[in-house]
């Protein structure tokens, strides 16, 4: 059995900087998130082409059928692409529709837990960056995890230092959010004209800047954003952010060295 485990994700920061065909560029900064993660256990069958997919548990509210029917194409294109096969079961800790990375996390886990099998075996291969954004466009820094900068459409990777761990009070918003929904919105209020001035490149420059994107297109599709902003805001913080397209809005409570 080859177990791999992917957490959450957090964005600090989320600048759409323009379009590549039906695509928004991304310039973003990712933070991993452990209070949340999706683990895999792969059992492999040499010779066998597919995979068994069983779910062993996941975060309250999970609906294993509606997952298992969105995630199961991308799963068999794994098996697929790496000649795999075996029963994987998966442990959904990752909220879906939060913005943390929910819909890419166990596909993360799958593509690791497939490549290490493989390199077991004495393949080593190398990470397959286009093939895995076939799968999502946060799959490729799911799968390298870390302090990262993210750009283009999920494709450019670069490690950034940490000189420490950021701890945030962190709200999932009723509702949820669609990625697609927001990013439409988007386009309708900016005109597709977007800001390419003020990108944060750093962690820090992150937190200074407060930038994301999506912000207003997703609290104006789920008030109950707000009103978890609000909430936060009540709590003394005044620096709140969104992950992702939403709906989880969180503020940084602690810096730990």
Known sequence: MIAAKVPAKLNLSLAVTGKRGNMHTLDMIMYPYEKYADIVEFFPVDGKVGFDLFVKGGFDGLNEERFLAFARDKFDAIAKRLQVGGKIEIFKGVPLGAGLGGSSAAIACAYKAAIEYLREKGQNMPLDVEFLLSLGSDVPYMVHGGVCRV?????????????????????????????????KLLDELCGEKFDVANVPTTVFEAIEVERNDLFEPARILNPQIKVACDELKERGFDKIF???????????SGFVK
Do not use: H, R, W
């Open 242 to 252: 969104m992950s992702g397209s939403g709906s989880t809005v969180f503020a940084i």
């Open 151 to 183: 750009s283009g459409v999920g494709e450019v990777i670069e490690e950034l230092e940490s000189e420490g761990k950021i701890e945030v009070c962190e709200i999932i918003a009723k509702g949820g959010s669609d990625s697609g929904k927001c990013y």
